[in-house]
């Protein structure tokens, strides 16, 4: 429930510069003394700007991002329905490309054959616990350096890993999306994505319906050159959707849980 109120705070944020003590009150079942140590938890994050009578947004050129910890615990039932119809499109021969996030982690859960080129260390886990004595796909790990607080493999020469791979698929996540194409938290993951993009047949972007509404500054591939969008159903997306369909992107909704 924590991580919940969490999201509440930052989705918020995302449409208000400002945050107040009160008004936080006001839609969350919580005391004032329970709003204020979230406050100062995720100030402490980096996450906001504690300022007089509540929060703000953080300062841009701070380049914060969300914690993976955090990210990962964000509609992670939905994250996981995708990521498992995702994985249904990867046959026994093919090469994929996987950039790592909260979303595309779950993927891990779900690959059981196929070469990996990844820079996941989340997806590394998991697949080593899922084959403790070998078998399941090959997995090729991008060299660089360790974002510990992305669980990624970053930086130029992650870059370059990928371009050392032609592959079938490419599957991807961002922060947001709007009517042009993908948005991220900051310009080296968006030029990440682009790497990826460039070397693969398919490009699938994975996307809960919770991207639709945040927003991100920059900017990633157009939907032009995104092959296939997984997403689950939210009614206030269908227009969206619409729209993503008529750029040629084939959509796939993936039902939600009853």
Not at 2 to 29: C, G, V, W
Not at 141 to 157: F, K, M, Q, R, W
Not at 252 to 257: G, H, S, T, W, Y
Request: charged share 30%; glycine share 6%; with cysteine.
């Amino acid at each position: 429930m924590k991580n919940d109120y969490d999201r509440q705070i930052l989705s918020y944020l995302n449409d208000h510069e400002m945050l107040t003590t009160e008004a936080a009150m006001e839609f969350l079942p919580l005391s004032e003394v329970s709003v204020r140590r979230i406050f100062n938890r995720l100030a402490e994050l980096n996450l906001v700007r504690r300022v007089r009578g509540g929060v703000r947004q953080p300062v841009r050129e701070q380049n914060i991002r969300i914690p993976y910890f955090l990210r990962g615990q964000w509609f992670a039932a939905e994250k996981q329905r995708l990521a498992k119809r995702a994985a249904e499109l990867v046959k026994p021969d093919m090469a994929v490309a996987i950039h790592g996030g909260s979303t595309t982690s779950f993927l891990g859960m779900y690959l059981d054959h196929g070469t990996l080129i990844v820079n996941s260390l989340s997806i590394c886990r998991i697949l080593a616990d899922r084959f403790p004595s070998g078998g399941g796909p090959d997995v090729i790990l991008a060299g660089g350096s360790v974002d510990l607080h992305s669980d990624i493999i970053t930086g130029p020469e992650a870059e370059r890993s990928f371009t050392r791979y032609r592959t079938d698929l490419a599957f991807i996540s961002a922060c947001a999306l709007d009517d042009r194409g993908l948005l991220d938290v900051d310009s080296p993951s968006a030029s990440m994505i682009f790497r990826i993009a460039e070397n693969t047949d398919k490009l699938i972007f994975i996307a809960d319906h919770s991207k639709f509404r945040r927003k991100a500054y920059a900017r990633g591939p157009a939907w032009e050159d995104i092959d296939v969008l997984i997403t689950d159903f939210d009614p206030e997306n269908h227009e969206r959707l619409k729209e993503i369909r008529a750029r040629g992107v084939e959509v796939i909704i993936v039902p939600n849980a009853e």
